[in-house]
Nanobody, 123 residues
Framework: QVQLVESGGGLVQAGGSLRLACAGSERTFSGYAMGWFRQAPGKEREFVGAISWSGGNTYYADSVKGRFTISRDNTVNTMYLQMNSLKPEDTALYYC????????????????WGQGTQVTVSS
C-alpha cells in the first residue's frame, strides 16, 4: 500500500526548474510535518527541507537554501518542492516523508515515506 506518492521528476538542463509534488491521504498527511530527502547514486540519503503542518515554518539544507521552496496545500493533502537554478549535483532520487516533529531544523519521527521520483540535471 503506497502511503505517499511523488511526481514531477524528470530531466532538466542546469539552470532550469522543476516542481515536485507529494500526494498523501488524510491518514498519511493530516497533522504531519512533511519533508523532502534525496539520495544520489553511491551516497547516503540526505535531508533537503521540511515544512510544518501549518505551512508557516520551513527549513532547508544549506545546499539548496535560496534555490528550493517547499509549500503545502492541506486541502488536497499535497506538498510541493519548487526547485530553481538546478545544478548537476542536485541529481538524485527525491523522496517525501511525513514525520511527527521538526527539531533542530530536521524532520524527525518519520512514519511514512514515498517511493521517490528521479531528478536528473544535465550540465
Amino acid at each position: 500500500q503506497v502511503q505517499l506518492v511523488e511526481s514531477g521528476g524528470g530531466l532538466v538542463q542546469a539552470g532550469g526548474s522543476l516542481r515536485l509534488a507529494c500526494a498523501g491521504s488524510e491518514r498519511t498527511f493530516s497533522g504531519y510535518a512533511m519533508g523532502w530527502f534525496r539520495q544520489a547514486p553511491g551516497k547516503e540519503r540526505e535531508f533537503v527541507g521540511a515544512i510544518s503542518w501549518s505551512g508557516g515554518n520551513t527549513y532547508y539544507a544549506d545546499s539548496v537554501k535560496g534555490r528550493f521552496t517547499i509549500s503545502r496545500d492541506n486541502t488536497v493533502n499535497t506538498m510541493y518542492l519548487q526547485m530553481n537554478s538546478l545544478k548537476p549535483e542536485d541529481t538524485a532520487l527525491y523522496y517525501c516523508a511525513a514525520g511527527s516533529i521538526i527539531t533542530l531544523g530536521r524532520l524527525r519521527g518519520i512514519d511514512y515515506w514515498g517511493q521517490g521520483t528521479q531528478v536528473t540535471v544535465s550540465s
